[in-house]
């Protein structure tokens, strides 16, 4: 069993920044892809960023691309998300997941991940 946390979120000013983590703990910890996503109040969860195994492969949901940057440190199990020149619609509760072996290699669908930490909250407000 595997858990994931994250970490790192709070309230920013529009155009500042935050790191987020996300963290893997538990008896079997493989190195599988990992998501992050995002759900804001009466929206449906939505991928924002996704991370190969190995790191070196990314992707990015249109609305965070030249802004967020994913990365990962296989040696402290941890994932990170660099969220730079923030703006009030990045404001939801942001969790991280591991993809599902078998399924698409560049899915950001929900549905494709499992093993949900339970979110930090992001606020962008002046």
């Known amino acids: 069993q595997v858990q994931l946390v994250e970490s790192g979120g709070g309230l920013v000013q529009p155009g500042g920044s935050l790191r987020l983590s996300c963290a893997a703990s538990?008896?079997?910890?493989?190195?599988?892809?990992i998501g992050w996503f995002r759900q804001a109040p009466g929206k449906e969860r939505e991928g924002v960023s996704r991370?190969?195994?190995?790191?070196?492969?990314?992707y990015y949901a249109d609305s965070v691309k030249g802004r967020f940057t994913i990365s990962r440190d296989n040696a402290k199990k941890t994932v990170y998300l660099q969220m730079n020149s923030l703006k009030p619609e990045d404001t939801a509760v942001y969790y991280c997941?591991?993809?599902?072996?078998?399924?698409?290699?560049?899915?950001?669908?929900?549905?494709?991940?499992?093993?949900w930490g339970q979110g930090t909250q992001v606020t962008v407000s002046s």
């Open positions: 997941a591991r993809a599902y072996i078998g399924r698409s290699s560049y899915s950001l669908s929900p549905g494709d991940f499992g093993s």
């Open positions: 538990g008896s079997t910890v493989d190195y599988r892809d």
């Open positions: 991370i190969s195994s190995s790191g070196g492969r990314t």
